[in-house]
Structures are given as C-alpha cells and as structure tokens.
C-alpha cells in the first residue's frame, strides 16, 4: 500500500511517502515561506524521489488539526483534492496523537501542546509505552496551568509540540524533574507518523466529501465578530 501524508497544521509543513509501511521519502520545512508556498512543490518532490505519482497513491492522510486554523484548512483541501482527484480514499489523523508518536516507547505519559494563543495551548495526553498513542485525556483548549494541574501526579511527563518552546519554563517551574522536556529535533510534528497512523487505523478512511478539520474552537476572527455582537 502506497500513502501520501502531508501536514501544515503547525509552524512546521511536511509530506512523507510510504509503501507498504516504510517510509520511501520524507521532507520537513521550516523555513519562512508560507505553507501554500512550499507544500505542492514538496509533494512533488517527494513523489518524483520516490517514481511514484498521485495515481500510485491509495490513501491520502493528513493531519487534519488541532493546529493553525489556516494551515489546517490548507492540508485538508489539498488531501481531498488529490483524494478526489484519484478516487481514492483520505485519513483525518488527529495532530496531537502524531505528535505523541515523537516519543513511542515512554514510560510516563507523552503531553503535546500547541500554542493556541491568548496564555492557552492545545492539548491531550497519550501512553505511548506500547509504541502506539493509547490517549488517556481527551482535547482541549486552557491554560497550561490548568492543564498540568488535570494530569496525573504520579509519573513522568513529556511534553511535544511547538507550545514547548512557548512555555518550557514555565513547564519547568511547575513540575521540576518530573517534566521531559525533549532536544529540538522531537518536538515538531514528524509527517511520518501521520502516514503511520493512518495505515494503522483503516477504520478512519473517508471519502474525499466526508474528510473534515479538527478544530477545538472557532477561528479568532469568529471569536472577535461574537464577542462585538454581544456587546451591542
């Protein structure tokens, strides 16, 4: 089987192909060009790499959020593009069960967070002890204090994602030696483990016309319109 796996969820864009659950070709950019700059030139690049084309392709994955509202628009409309485009299937992979794979193996519980602006972060957290996510606390959106203060207080907690970087301090302010605070190569998220995820979980597969975003709340432009109108 043959997969496409593209992210612009976050700061980070990447596309992966893998056949037959290897990975065949892997590109991760951060750089300063737009998402919408970058991605199509990639997938190219990546299926070139790798003699393949769109039409070799059997499933189409993406993570398709929590993450930034506009690069995840850009990800999901460009994995059912070429989903409709082929007429083949298209897998939805939850961004912070990707990002927990960064750390398969860990014995504590692996806790990504992403920066969901105004003091809050996005977040869930995973026993990956197996090497697959297990999630053991369901997605939200709050104050990392309020976050950590839901965790459990008797294992070790690794934290992922690009709301590290935001909030590493106060990270380890709050929890001390119990945090692992991971080097800058596992803290994004790895394209990679979208493709895996979504070989791992067929039940997921959607038609192009059923794919859709995972968002936690309403875009800050929304937001800002409901709040002007309840001020009326």
């Not at 192909?17 to 290897?22: A, F, H, M, Q, W």
């Not at 995820?197 to 709340?217: F, I, K, M, N, S």
């Amino acid at each position: 089987m043959n997969i496409l796996a593209i992210d612009t969820s976050g700061p980070v864009a990447g596309c992966c192909v893998l056949s037959d659950g290897k990975v065949v070709h892997l590109i991760e950019m951060e750089h300063g060009l737009t998402h919408s700059e970058t991605i199509m030139t990639a997938v190219d690049q990546a299926l070139s790499a790798s003699g393949l084309s769109c039409r070799d392709m059997d499933l189409f994955a993406v993570a398709a959020g929590p993450g930034s509202f506009t690069g995840v628009r850009l990800g999901v409309c460009a994995a059912k593009g070429f989903a409709h485009a082929t007429g083949k299937p298209c897998a939805p992979v939850h961004a912070l069960e990707a990002l927990s794979m960064n750390l398969a193996g860990f014995d504590g519980l692996v806790c990504p967070i992403l920066d969901a602006r105004r003091g809050q972060v996005y977040c869930a957290a995973f026993d990956v002890s197996s090497g697959m996510p297990r999630r053991t606390m369901e997605d939200d959106a709050v104050a990392l204090e309020e976050f950590i203060a839901r965790l459990p207080g008797d294992c070790r907690l690794a934290f992922v994602g690009d709301g590290l970087p935001v909030h590493r301090e106060k990270i380890r302010a709050l929890l001390g030696e119990r945090a692992f605070l991971p080097p800058a190569n596992l803290v994004s998220l790895r394209t990679d483990a979208v493709g895996l995820l979504a070989l791992a979980h067929p039940e997921t597969w959607v038609p192009a016309h059923a794919l859709q975003a995972v968002y936690l709340r309403k875009p800050q432009a929304e937001r800002e319109r409901m709040e002007k109108l309840n001020h009326v």
